[in-house]
T-cell receptor
Framework: KQEVTQIPAALSVPEGENLVLNCSFT??????LQWFRQDPGKGLTSLLLIQSSQREQTSGRLNASLDKSSGRSTLYIAASQPGDSATYLCAVGGSGGYNKLIFGAGTRLAVHP | DTAVSQTPKYLVTQMGNDKSIKCEQNLGHDTMYWYKQDSKKFLKIMFS???????INETVPNRFSPKSPDKAHLNLHINSLELGDSAVYFC?????????????FGPGTRLTVT
């Protein structure tokens, strides 16, 4: 059974810092990994999708890497801003087929001015 | 324009009632999903539909019945609501069933059962 763990559960940093969010999964037989952002009371916004054949994806200040063999992904946020404050969710897709996403519990990020 | 929309945004009801949540996507996607986010914030898949056909049913109680009248809509009907059904329900869609497709989520419906 696939399990997804995110560390740390919460993170508070001053503005401008570069930071890394970690995601690990127990079953390496995944097809993709998706990082989401969830703002309080809002839905999920897709940030990056990494296919199993890829090692990383970049979008603006965000970079996500994937190491299937070790069951790990990291989300790197460069030059953090207060607007980055949100919960970041990692989800692995494909376990059991049909693009079923298995989510981690998330990392709650607070970036203070 | 909202890509995936849900109504209502909030739903407060009493135990034993029957309620429905509606979801619509205007992305032209073939596959739609329902996820449940419980009080501990864990998101879990409940159902997925592809071209109006049920694909995934994650051992959800049969009090929950999804219905897809067309590709753009996936509604969730819940019978005999229980306290444990209180959660945020998210609808999502993707271009197709395949594992390479990104999923897009709606804003969620917060259901409170009293």
């Amino acid at each position: 059974k696939q399990e997804v763990t995110q560390i740390p559960a919460a993170l508070s940093v001053p503005e401008g810092e570069n930071l890394v969010l970690n995601c690990s999964f127990t079953d390496s037989a995944i097809y993709n990994l998706q990082w989401f952002r969830q703002d309080p009371g809002k839905g999920l916004t897709s940030l990056l999708l990494i296919q199993s054949s890829q090692r990383e994806q970049t979008s603006g200040r965000l970079n996500a890497s994937l190491d299937k063999s070790s069951g790990r992904s990291t989300l790197y946020i460069a030059a953090s801003q207060p607007g980055d404050s949100a919960t970041y969710l990692c989800a692995v897709g494909g376990s059991g087929g049909y693009n079923k996403l298995i989510f981690g519990a998330g990392t709650r990020l607070a970036v203070h001015p | 324009d909202t890509a995936v929309s849900q109504t209502p945004k909030y739903l407060v009801t009493q135990m034993g009632n029957d309620k429905s949540i509606k979801c619509e996507q205007n992305l032209g996607h073939d596959t739609m999903y329902w996820y449940k986010q419980d009080s501990k914030k864990f998101l879990k898949i409940m159902f997925s539909y592809n071209n109006k056909e049920l694909i995934i049913n994650e051992t959800v109680p049969n009090r929950f019945s999804p219905k897809s009248p067309d590709k753009a809509h996936l509604n969730l009907h819940i019978n005999s609501l229980e306290l444990g059904d209180s959660a945020v329900y998210f609808c999502a869609s993707s271009q197709d069933l395949g594992n390479s497709y990104e999923q897009y989520f709606g804003p969620g419906t917060r259901l409170t059962v009293t």
